[in-house]
């Protein structure tokens, strides 16, 4: 398992630039770039730091790596706060990929930067514990692709990229905030060391993909 790269008392500010860089390098290396973000109330800040960056947006592909199955415009759909947050100003240039109309070759494209979250239970995209079939979604070894998850600690049927999808990457980015998810991702990346090689353990998806990363993962802690 290669070891995570940790950057404490981050800032949304910093981690803005530093994806921004990447997508940069994306954009002269390939003529385009795919950023694939998580929903929810935490990127804020950082959807808000990174929609200024001066890019060719129009090159860069988003996609969502999970979605609440409400109506379009719902304020809980992960796509409304997304359009609210990240793709205004130069941004909303780029081009969105929603989750549910993503046909299985979108799931399996390879993103330039993925950005995930956490929650305290470990779940990290829409693959939480203990929702009914999470374990086939946190396979690492099947095909790339889109699932349909209801977990039973939080409001909403999902949409979900698999595990092998979040997997598929050039940098992965973890970001975090606070001393209760720091301990979670301590408690996984102590999972992934003792676990033995190929373990297939879902009470902690996020060890999953730590674990399985072909790269460090990026660990950004905010305090």
């Known amino acids: 398992m290669p070891m995570p790269v940790e950057h404490p008392h981050a800032s949304a500010e910093a ?7 990447r997508l940069q390098s994306a954009l002269v290396a390939r003529g385009q770039a795919l950023l694939r973000v998580s929903g929810g109330r935490s990127p804020v ?17 988003v996609q969502l790596v999970d979605e609440r199955l409400l109506p379009d415009g719902h304020a809980e759909r992960n796509e409304t706060l997304l359009r609210a947050h990240l793709l205004q100003g130069p941004a909303s240039a780029a081009r969105l990929l929603p989750l549910d109309e993503v046909h299985a070759a979108q799931a399996a494209l390879t993103a330039d930067v993925t950005v995930l ?16 079939g999470v374990a086939e979604a946190l396979r690492p070894d099947a095909a790339p ?11 909403h049927p999902r949409l979900s990229l698999n595990l092998a999808a979040l997997l598929n990457s050039r940098h ?7 001393p209760a998810k720091w301990a979670v991702y301590q408690r996984a990346l102590e999972h992934t060391r003792k676990a033995p090689a190929g373990a297939h353990d879902t009470l902690l998806p996020i060890a999953l993909v730590l674990g399985h990363a072909s790269a460090p993962v990026a660990v950004w802690h905010a305090d």
């Open 172 to 178: 992965t980015v973890l970001s975090i905030a606070g």
């Open 117 to 132: 979250g956490m929650g305290e239970d470990g779940h990290t995209a829409s693959l939480f514990p203990d929702a009914p």
């Open 15 to 21: 981690l803005a630039l530093d994806i921004a860089a």
């Open 45 to 61: 800040a950082l959807f808000e730091q990174l929609r200024t960056q001066p890019l060719d947006w129009a090159r860069v592909a």
């Open 145 to 155: 692709g889109l699932v349909a998850l209801t977990p039973t600690q939080a409001p």
